[in-house]
């Protein structure tokens, strides 16, 4: 089942954060070096790293998004996606694995803490929920690592 056109409550997003992205670098680690550079390469990218970079980009954006449209202001579209994702794995190309992994776990509980304290008007604007969405459960799965189970219900 996609989760394409559903709403999802805040404790529906927690409890899939909590059920799928708080246990990815646990199940990257479990995989061997060889099948990490494998998965990044079935992903599109050249190594694991990036891919943790490009999560971590889309969900500081969508708190960034979602802050704008809660205060009122315009939200910019971004027309090149890939251009977008280019750009962050040019970004981080520097960052050691250990870095951005630090990175993504901080940016995992930052995100976290934006669910549990957005307004629950922002839960019945569909841009963000759109945003929400698409970036805690369909791009968990969209990016969900061999070994790692599908969200329970999507």
């Not at 050691?96 to 549990?116: M, S």
Request: net charge negative; glycine share 4%; hydrophobic share 40%.
């Amino acid at each position: 089942m996609t989760s394409e056109n559903q709403q999802f409550s805040r404790q529906d997003l927690l409890a899939a954060l909590e059920q799928g992205w708080k246990h990815y670098l646990t199940h990257l680690h479990e995989l061997s070096e060889d099948e990490q550079v494998l998965y990044a390469q079935k992903q599109g990218f050249t190594r694991v790293q990036d891919v943790l970079a490009h999560v971590v980009a889309w969900w500081e954006r969508s708190m960034q998004r979602s802050f704008q449209i809660i205060s009122g202001h315009a939200v910019p579209r971004t027309d090149d996606m890939d251009a977008f994702n280019a750009e962050v794995v040019e970004q981080y190309q520097q960052w050691t694995g250990e870095a951005i992994e630090a990175k993504f776990a901080d940016t995992l509980t930052t995100f976290e803490r934006f669910l549990k304290e957005l307004p629950d008007t922002a839960f019945e604007n569909e841009r963000i929920q759109l945003w929400l969405r698409i970036d805690v459960i369909d791009h968990y799965e969209d990016h969900r690592l061999p070994n790692a189970p599908k969200l329970p219900g999507v």
